[in-house]
């Protein structure tokens, strides 16, 4: 049995200047290495990330026949949905790419393969999440970027609230990863329950809100948080809903805390894999 208690090693070294300084360092380093690794092949990087951006571009199109037809959906309209797909297409491009990890946790652990974390003198779970980047993910960012320029307030106000939905987002996506990839603590392999629910999350975050009723809605916003993401473009982007602003940002903080507690939880029952690896 190999276990580490890095959660309060990690709390220990953030809150010394020094040590918090050279961990900002190893996340940066981390973040290049991922980046010059992806792109040793440059026209493979590039025709991933160009097919990401292609596949995203394939439902902008059908949205935009839509709305050329009907100019509202119950209450939203084009520039709304645009902004969804932004949202939502950024909050997880992000994610994938500087935390891109987090969807193979379950595989870590069921596998074993969290022992070369554990011998690292870093926080477990952030070296977890920052040692993988998805190429495919930059071109969601690129996307998300793409869209914003052309439908999104570009105003200083437009701006920073269409920051503040790109955090909530990643964030939600992020820490909803972990929660149901640390699953496999407990339940043994999961790679394919915690693929279905984060998919699930994933699809349901590109539709309106608004297209949706009675248990179906309650679901979006408790079991898959994906209300929190959709609704943004209404609630944050058109207008300032204070109530589901802060209702957003109480539950990404609570998946934020949710996610730690319950990956250093679940580490505690973590058996070794016997995986003498090593990692810089």
């Given at each position: 049995m190999l276990t580490v208690d890095s959660k309060s090693a990690a709390i220990s070294e953030m809150g010394q200047p020094g040590k918090f300084k050279r961990l900002i360092r190893f996340v940066w380093d981390c973040w290049k290495l991922n980046l010059a690794g992806a792109m040793e092949?440059?026209?493979?990087?590039?025709?991933?990330?160009?097919?990401?951006?292609?596949?995203?571009?394939?439902?902008?199109?059908?949205?935009?026949?839509?709305?050329?037809?009907?100019?509202?959906?119950?209450?939203?309209?084009?520039?709304?949905?645009?902004?969804?797909?932004?949202?939502?297409a950024g909050g997880f491009g992000t994610m994938a790419a500087f935390f891109g990890n987090a969807m193979r946790i379950s595989n870590l652990i069921a596998t074993g393969q969290l022992d070369i974390y554990l011998t690292q003198p870093k926080p477990v779970l952030l070296h977890v999440l920052i040692s993988r980047m998805s190429v495919s993910a930059i071109g969601d960012m690129l996307f998300a970027l793409l869209i914003y320029i052309a439908f999104g307030d570009k105003s200083g106000l437009g701006f920073i609230k269409f920051g503040l939905a790109m955090v909530?987002?990643?964030?939600?996506?992020?820490?909803?990863?972990?929660?149901?990839?640390?699953?496999?603590?407990?339940?043994?392999?999961?790679?394919?329950?915690?693929?279905?629910?984060?998919?699930?999350?994933?699809?349901?975050?590109?539709?309106?809100?608004?297209?949706?009723?009675?248990?179906?809605?309650?679901?979006?916003?408790?079991v898959l948080p994906a209300g929190f993401i959709s609704y943004l473009p209404i609630g944050l982007l058109r207008e300032a809903d204070v109530p589901f602003i802060l209702g957003a940002i109480g539950v990404t903080l609570l998946l934020c805390v949710g996610g730690i507690g319950v990956f250093y939880g679940g580490l505690r029952r973590y058996a070794s894999g016997n995986m003498m690896g090593l990692r810089r």
């Open positions: 092949f440059r026209l493979s990087f590039l025709l991933t990330a160009g097919m990401m951006i292609v596949n995203n571009v394939v439902w902008i199109v059908f949205w935009g026949i839509y709305f050329g037809r009907f100019q509202v959906l119950n209450g939203w309209e084009l520039q709304d949905v645009m902004m969804l797909w932004a949202i939502a909530l987002s990643t964030l939600i996506f992020l820490f909803f990863t972990v929660i149901v990839n640390c699953l496999a603590f407990w339940l043994g392999s999961t790679e394919g329950l915690s693929f279905q629910l984060y998919n699930a999350l994933l699809t349901f975050t590109t539709y309106p809100t608004s297209i949706f009723r009675g248990l179906g809605k309650i679901v979006l916003f408790t």
